[in-house]
């Protein structure tokens, strides 16, 4: 009896097409692996849900790519896709993506962030580097470390990077103690409470209170807010001495040494004594300024 002969079957468009699917995948080592370690799927697997696989993919190496949160434009903004094997059925979902969750939990811990958001996303791991913000950091590890209550005093000129340097300091403190912070510009922060001081008194006590409680306090662009006896000996001295009694952190940024802010708030005769109260209150929790002058932006 003569052997039956099997017809062949050439490769169709298609079938290349899903081999070539495959080939980038292999090529990809680091989709490769996620997708080895979390699915193991069968060739055959991979082959019948290659669309998925291949959307895994894209949707990985767009996250991979990070515009950055607020500038993220996928279809489902802060949404990575994810795929699990079930028993050689690819089921798709999705979930927030990492930077997604950070950022709602930084947000969540900040009563004031009177920066730019995109800001939020700075970490001391990706902060260019320079003498100057290596004494600082080196400063800031101590601190969250517990080993010490210094306050940090940074000043220099504009667009030196004092201010976002002090935002990534907070991102940083926020994740790694989970504990509130406030950031605030003072020019903007300081007129709002000297106005509820005459519109509501009650608010007027409330932030008072809250500013001299917060675990950490950044004070923005000090000596540049509007200055009065009322506004030195009402607002910042009480918020200030309260936070060094309590040894709460206390950062600044400023175009002024501390000597330059005691002239500055000696706004009458009788508060001159007042005003170095202020400067001998700094200088004793800071020990030292920090100079930014000629530091780069970012």
Request: aromatic share 10%; charged share 30%.
């Amino acid at each position: 009896m003569d052997k039956i002969k099997v017809p062949l079957f050439e490769k169709t468009e298609l079938d290349n097409y899903i081999d070539e699917m495959i080939d980038e995948l292999r090529k990809d080592v680091e989709v490769y692996e996620i997708i080895k370690q979390t699915m193991n799927p069968t060739l055959k697997t991979v082959r019948e849900n290659i669309s998925k696989f291949i959307a895994f993919k894209e949707d990985y190496d767009y996250c991979r790519k990070c515009p950055g949160v607020d500038n993220c434009r996928k279809a489902t903004p802060h949404l990575q896709l994810r795929l699990a094997n079930d028993d050689g059925i690819i089921e798709r979902s999705f979930a927030p993506c990492d930077k997604i969750l950070k950022r709602i939990e930084i947000d969540s811990k900040y009563i004031y962030a009177d920066f730019p958001e995109e800001w939020k996303e700075s970490s001391l791991k990706t902060l260019d580097k320079t003498a100057e913000r290596n004494r600082i950091i080196r400063l800031f590890s101590e601190i969250v470390q517990g080993n010490s209550h210094r306050w940090v005093y940074s000043r220099g000129g504009h667009r030196v990077g004092k201010s976002f340097l002090m935002a990534t300091l907070v991102n940083d403190f926020i994740a790694i103690t989970k504990a509130p912070a406030a950031f605030i510009n003072c020019a903007n922060r300081i007129k709002e409470i000297h106005d509820l001081s005459f519109n509501d008194k009650s608010a007027f006590a409330k932030k008072i209170v809250e500013l001299s409680s917060l675990p950490l306090l950044v004070l923005d662009d000090f000596g540049n807010e509007y200055k009065n006896d009322f506004i030195r000996d009402t607002i910042v001295l009480p918020i200030l001495i309260e936070r060094a009694k309590n040894q709460r952190l206390t950062f600044f940024t400023s175009d002024f040494t501390i000597n330059e802010i005691a002239q500055l708030y000696e706004t009458s005769k009788a508060g001159a004594i007042r005003a170095k109260q202020l400067a001998r209150l700094l200088k004793e929790m800071a020990e030292e300024e920090f100079d930014l002058s000629g530091v780069s932006a970012y």
